[in-house]
């Protein structure tokens, strides 16, 4: 225990540093904003040089306000009193003072690594870390850790018991938060892995797989901004839910240009939130789903001509459709896209009216060119040729697999005919109820069979046009704006990202491997997941072997995480003994906070579900101060939310257990979790990733009869 005077001594000691810092910040903005103006002025004497100089001024001016704008709150979160009586302070962004000396050193830069790496086995030159936190600009708190006693000053005070346990015991508000304060040594290792080839996180629920993830990013940014701000980078979350919770995480750390997507809207105009059952996931996930896709490609479109008749010059040519089959394979042989050979498809039919026009030796035959020319004026012959041959969009095809007998035809001798049963039956309600979010890599794929119609150039979007069509750029510095709001902007199938992060990847499926894939080509890549949570119930051979082809040949980092932060110890040994009863022996993480709160199970009369779920939630809601969430089956979503309709959103969120997939709350309240187990695919790894979300409250509600 630290005395009172001690704590308050160096409080106020901190509380210095910061006011000079801020001190400096706001001169540092003053100049900043000096400087654009100064800028705008020089323009007005008018040479050249002068212009260039004020572009430049004016866009860096502007770049430092922004980012000193942004870092403003928890600017300083880190002290580090070196071995030989140096001291970092560790922070948001760096600052320097006046004689350029350092006041801030940025958490990515590599001297602010030992903040997070240095251990009492291995203190890298660090005697004491402090973990400073400040509201507004007035320090609140501070938790030292002595790392080297022997080193240490007699005088050297040490304060509080460890920043990090502190911080996880604070209410959750509905985002993710930042963690830049706290990150741990095993975390930073896989925050700084090297940025090429392939860093790979695992480790169980709650050990930060996200929040890394996340920090990499930031730090692949801090790291080669103009490699990774310009080329971008795409995160790839589960579900929409998911992808909403972080979404605040990496604006917290001063970086927008990341482009964020659930596997549900991977697709240009998609934003599928509905999952299929684990069974029927399995096959629309499974990687033999691109040979029925590539049958589906290939065939006739429904309601199109079966055959040609056309009367020229007073004989009937006529193609039926054995013939307009023929010429359809042969246009798409070797690969051919459909969307982009409607050409040679065309030509085929040319061809073939010709070789029938001379056969029927039909007098004044011209040219073949002209010949083909007279067709082609022909109106029935154009509708019958965009009848033919249409231009197709994934989605199109997509609909002949919901007609069983077509189905059928391109399953036949892939699927098992219990697979082609599941598929008829999940897509027998296709128009009324939409894509689920299996169905968009099922899109992607037929977008890279189909192919891009090919459409002649258009004028490109000037790039330096601002807003309301104003063509005026006055500086070097809007112009650099609006390029990087052209790169934010990307368009929606933009897929040459610099980097990649696949976020529970362990639920990630061959096909959905197959839609990421194409996006990361000439990217690096982070990919985190934990196997003990997926609900894949598929081939786990094919899940590798796509995956590799992902991933390609680059390096690849292995990382580990242990520790899990979310659960209080008290819930997750609820959650470990569920994966017990499948992984007797899996290693798992160990939670290091103990709030003393066992969990509750509740068993009532299936009459009482809805009333005891209401009544649980009332009581989470008044014992938490942050979020709650409350899990159901997936067939059970809609009931339930029914039953808590007009209760105190936003703080509450109904989710299913495919939902919760990564999510975090504070109390939670699991209804029915025995229908969720008893699932014999996937049940009790769903159950386990269920049970694990909670940080403080977990109630169970199981209806019996
Ligand atoms: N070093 C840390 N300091 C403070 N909080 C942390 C730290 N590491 C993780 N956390 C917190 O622990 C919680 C779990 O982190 P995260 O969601 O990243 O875990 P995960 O491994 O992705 O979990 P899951 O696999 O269960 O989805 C989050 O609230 C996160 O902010």
Redesign the pocket.
Known sequence: MTDRTTLEQEIAAEQRHLDRVYARLAELRHFAAQAEKDGYRLARVGNFGALVERDAMVFHAAQRRHVLDAEHEGLVFGRLDLREGQVLHVGRLGVRGEDAETLVVDWRAPAAAAFYQATPAQPLGVVRRRTISSSAERVTRIEDDLLDPAAAPPDMAVVGDGG?LA??SRA?GRG????V????RE?DEAIRSPASGVTIVS????????????HRAAYLLYSDRSRYAGGGILVVGPSAVFVEY?ASVLPSLGEETATLRSLGSMFPGMGATRTDPPEVAAVKGSLRMRRVLERAVRDAVPGGPGELRLLYRGELLRLDRRELDGIRDRALGRGARRNESRRAGFDGVFAALWAQARRLGIGRLPEQRAFEDEIAERPEFREFLKAWWPRLHPRHVLGWLARPDRLRRYAAGVLSRAEVGLLVEAYRALDVEGLTIADVALLDELDALLGKPLQPKRARRDPFQLAGGVRELSTHADRQRAAREAARERPEDYRDFAHVVV??AQDVSPMQWRMIGRRGRLASWTV???PA?TAWTGDPEELTRARDAALGRRRRHQFE?T????NSAEIFAVAEAEIRRLYPDLAL?RAVRSTGVAPVELTVPAAELAAATVAAVGDLLGEVEGTVGVITPVPRRDEVAGWLAGRAAPRLQVVTSLQA????YDGVVLVAPGEIRADPGSGVRTLY?AL??A?QRLVTVEPTG
Not at 176 to 179: P, V
Not at 203 to 214: D, E
Request: net charge neutral.
């Open positions: 990090l911080t996880l959750t993710m938060r930042d963690i304060a706290t990150i741990q975390q480790g169980g629920p709650g050990t930060g797989k996200t929040a890394v993830a996340l972080i976020d529970e985190v997941g934990d949570q995480l520790t899990n932060y979310r993480p997939k990564g999510m975090e990733v694990s979300r940080t």
